[in-house]
């Protein structure tokens, strides 16, 4: 006799795509013997869900409400406090149509809104966490409020277990626990990876300041004199739910005229097929301001066997061995970069080069597989 499959309730509050909607991607397509019904607002997030054939319900009330420095104003408490309402008799609704058996929040603010449904209908609740918090955070506050009334904390990386362990220090132990991202490792020729006369550096993701993509821009402007065959790739999109991304974007194309090179460097939007996006780029370039609480970009880009130069902290710290299978360095740092792109492209053809390449690919295969992902959740879905 089969047994029964657990119904999971998956609760997102993101409209636009991000690494938060990426690992619920992978883990609908990889964590399987389970019927997961994600819950969504509109957007692009919900649009892709659909597109990938999973079962998602449209609530439209399942929205972020963003703030001004760290509180809310009173109009927006307002406006939170209505649409939780209104997201709770949804939520009910699905929970028991459905029969679900327990609800799995992707991140803080969907723990929030799912709260009032979870303890009237008496499910457990299971929240990812994607992100690093400053203690003082309003971020922080939310968390220890969920504290004692969510199940478990699912963590991305050792980075964000020690920032959850910091702010909730009363916390019992295995309340909080990680399971790293995996990755399903690209089939193609590493020997014909970089087979041409150009080299291509690329950014990969939201065009946000955080991503310090002017330092990168400035880098490979300093770069491109004497090496002309230096182009830069700049993919993602802008934020529309964070106005000054659109800011920054203009900036940033604003620079990029006046330098010179524009011919150079391409804004080249959103890309799905990840073995087209990164078929284009032989130098992966994710240089955050601050800590990143896990970098599917850096993993994605090693898996591909491209040299990754990336911020020594958080999340890719702990993915890259610098030298090894990549390149890490300090933060905020315009020299430092400069200098390691510039040694990077100076060597891009030398057998160093070739082994840090191959390295980054071994160590995804190692340390970050999907089959390790997959077991790892599924333990964590039985144990509920």
């Not at 309340?175 to 193609?188: A, D, Q, Y």
């Not at 659109?246 to 940033?252: A, I």
Request: proline share 3%; hydrophobic share 40%; with cysteine.
């Amino acid at each position: 006799m089969q047994p029964v499959k657990k119904n999971i309730l998956i609760v997102s509050v993101a409209n636009s795509w991000g690494g938060g909607e990426e690992f619920l991607l992978r883990l609908f397509e990889n964590v399987k013997d389970y019927n997961f019904v994600f819950v969504s607002p509109p957007g692009e997030s919900y649009s892709i869900f659909q597109q990938n054939s999973i079962k998602v319900i449209l609530i439209r009330s399942l929205k972020k409400i963003f703030r001004n420095g760290d509180s809310w104003a009173f109009i927006s408490k307002i406006k939170i406090a209505c649409n939780v309402l209104v997201s709770t008799l949804f939520l009910i609704r699905a929970i028991f149509h459905y029969k679900v058996d327990f609800i799995l929040a992707n991140g803080n603010l969907a723990a929030l809104q799912s709260i009032p449904a979870a303890l009237l209908t008496k499910k457990k609740i299971l929240v990812i966490q994607h992100l690093i918090y400053n203690e003082s955070s309003i971020e922080a506050k939310i968390l220890r409020i969920l504290n004692n009334l969510v199940f478990r904390f699912v963590c991305v990386s050792n980075s964000v277990e020690e920032n959850v362990r910091s702010i909730l220090i009363s916390c019992s132990h295995n309340k909080i626990i990680t399971i790293r991202h995996g990755i399903e490792p690209p089939v193609f020729d590493m020997i014909t990876n970089n087979d041409h006369n150009s080299i291509r550096v690329g950014v990969v993701g939201s065009i946000i300041r955080l991503k310090s993509i002017d330092t990168i821009i400035v880098a490979v402007n300093r770069i491109m004199p004497d090496n002309k065959n230096v182009f830069l790739r700049i993919y993602g999109n802008v934020r529309t739910s964070e106005p000054d991304s659109l800011v920054y974007e203009t900036e940033l194309k604003k620079m990029i005229n006046e330098s010179g090179n524009s011919d150079k460097i391409c804004f080249c939007g959103f890309e799905e097929s990840k073995h087209k996006l990164y078929s284009d780029i032989d130098i992966v370039i994710n240089y955050s301001k601050i800590a990143e609480a896990f970098s599917f970009t850096v993993l994605e880009a090693m898996a591909f066997g491209k040299i990754v130069i990336a911020s020594d902290i958080g999340g890719p710290k702990e993915i890259i061995t610098n030298g090894y299978d990549g390149f890490l360095i300090a933060p905020s740092d315009a020299e430092a970069l400069y200098q390691k792109l510039g040694y990077c492209i100076r060597n891009f053809h030398s057998d160093e080069t070739i082994r840090v390449k191959n390295n980054a690919r071994k160590t995804v295969e190692e340390r970050f597989s999907m089959k390790n992902f997959s077991q790892q959740y599924k333990r964590l879905f039985d144990s509920v």
